[in-house]
């Protein structure tokens, strides 16, 4: 079955500094792929995707994912961060033909120390 | 209202009783799913709805969880004999693709925090 997996429950960055939040898929066909941001008190908000085409996709916010078969890779990343970015982020998948399912990490929760 | 909307935001219940959860998704949205989000872990999939059908329930974790859609607009989330372990925020997302395509986007819903005592 598909899994993903968010190396790091905990990151803590500097502001101004790059953020990378780590994420790895498990199944052989690259699956869509999706990061989620999740404010405090409020819903989950879509970042950014991939289906098909270029692997590097922009998102809101000034965040980038790059889509890497060859490590069933999804990394988030922002060349510097914002004390607006603390936030828990999760990284979702949802395999072909399976009408939309997503299936998330157990998340990342982004600190932004000033 | 513009966004999916879920009711009540918090609920606390007892042990054994019967509780039912509401999403009121966007407006034109014909998909609608049901997760679950227990403390430190990531949206667990429970049903996804297209139109009035349950085009996938695999998720719910035994008979005692039910969705329904009647209208395919609102659904309702009913958990019967609540046990402690159903504690949990429970979110609704809808997309205005047919079949849930993955070019259109989910909204998710601020969710429903059941605690169970």
């Known amino acids: 079955a598909q899994s993903v997996t968010q190396l790091g429950s905990h990151v803590s960055v500097s502001e101004g500094a790059l953020v990378l939040l780590r994420c790895n898929y498990s199944?052989?066909?690259?699956?869509?792929l999706f990061w989620y941001v999740q404010y405090p008190n409020q819903g989950l908000q879509l970042l950014l995707k991939y289906t098909t085409g270029a692997t590097l996709v922009k998102g809101i916010n000034g965040f980038e994912a790059e889509f890497k078969k060859s490590e069933t890779s999804f990394h988030l990343t922002k060349p510097s961060a914002h004390m607006s970015d603390a936030a828990e982020y999760f990284c979702?998948?949802?395999?072909?033909?399976?009408?939309?399912?997503?299936?998330f990490g157990q998340g990342t929760e982004l600190s932004v120390k000033p | 209202g513009a966004g999916v909307s879920q009711t009540p935001s918090n609920k606390v219940t007892e042990k054994g009783k019967y509780v039912e959860l509401r999403c009121d998704p966007i407006?034109?949205?014909?998909?609608l799913y049901w997760y679950r989000q227990s403390l430190g872990q990531g949206p667990e999939f429970l049903i996804y709805f297209q139109g009035t059908g349950a085009a996938d329930d695999s998720g719910l974790p035994n008979d005692r969880f039910f969705a329904v859609r009647p209208e395919g607009s609102v659904s309702t989330l009913k958990i019967q004999r609540t046990e402690r372990g159903d504690s949990a925020v429970y979110l609704c997302a809808s997309s205005i693709g047919s079949g849930g395509l993955p070019n259109t986007e989910a909204f998710f819903g601020q969710g429903t925090r059941l605690t169970v005592v």
């Open positions: 199944s052989s066909v690259p699956p869509y």
């Open positions: 979702a998948v949802s395999d072909h033909n399976q009408g939309g399912k997503l299936i």
């Open positions: 407006s034109g949205h014909t998909a």
